[in-house]
């Protein structure tokens, strides 16, 4: 079955500079990868996706990249803030329409 | 319109009991997920709902995880005979149509504690 590695599992930074998450999978026939942002005490809520269609995709101060040849996607952050401290996943899609999430990235931003 | 919802926010239980966890999806999203998260760690798939068709129950641990759901409306995830191994966050998920590429909508979690 489908297999997604996250590193690093934790992250520090310092506010203003950026961040960068990356995640490998292993099941060529996934499609659609999603990133989730989950904050304390709350569910994860999607921030980002990128289909296999396109090789990078922005929204802000967010990006995401994918490289199937390679089978790794990256989630980056530029200009971080305090608000951006949080758990983010990455995930992939697989049979039977489920996701695949990977074990997670805490992110600290210091002031 | 609201998002997901999920009841209790927080269940604290002595081993060996049942537990009923539940879970108001998206109105008309016909897709419903369960996930365990276990403290500081990923999600973990356990069951999938879509619309009528028989449930993908590959992710349970064991048979003392069972889900149900009301067509597709409210569904409820039971754990019985609760062991300390099941203490963790149990999330849910709706989607709208459950295709490979729809996002999934989060609830807050019931945080389950088995002392």
């Known amino acids: 079955g489908e297999n997604v590695e996250q590193h690093p599992s934790t992250l520090s930074v310092q506010e203003g500079d950026s961040a960068v998450i990356k995640c490998t999978y292993s099941d060529s026939a996934s499609n659609y990868f999603p990133w989730y942002k989950q904050e304390l005490g709350k569910g994860p809520q999607l921030i980002i996706d990128?289909?296999?269609?396109?090789g990078e995709k922005k929204d802000q101060r967010i990006a995401v990249t994918l490289n199937k040849t390679a089978k790794h996607f990256s989630l980056h952050i530029t200009e971080t803030q305090p608000e951006d401290s949080a758990v983010y996943f990455c995930a992939a899609n697989r049979p039977g329409n489920k996701l695949t999430f990977g074990g997670g990235t805490r992110v600290l931003v210091k002031p | 319109g609201a998002g997901v919802s999920q009841s209790p926010s927080n269940k604290v239980t002595e081993k060996g009991k049942d537990v009923e966890l539940r879970c108001d999806p998206i109105s008309g999203h016909t897709a419903l997920y369960w996930y365990r998260q276990r403290l500081g760690q990923g999600l973990e798939f356990l069951i999938y709902f879509q619309g009528n068709s028989a449930p993908d129950k590959s992710g349970l641990p064991s048979d003392r995880f069972s889900a149900e759901r009301t067509g597709e409306s409210v569904s409820t995830l039971t754990i019985q005979r609760t062991q300390q191994e099941d203490s963790a966050v149990y999330l849910c998920a709706s989607s709208s149509s459950g295709s490979r590429s729809d996002e999934q909508f989060f609830g807050p979690g019931t945080r389950l504690t088995v002392l």
């Open positions: 990128i289909r296999s269609n396109v």
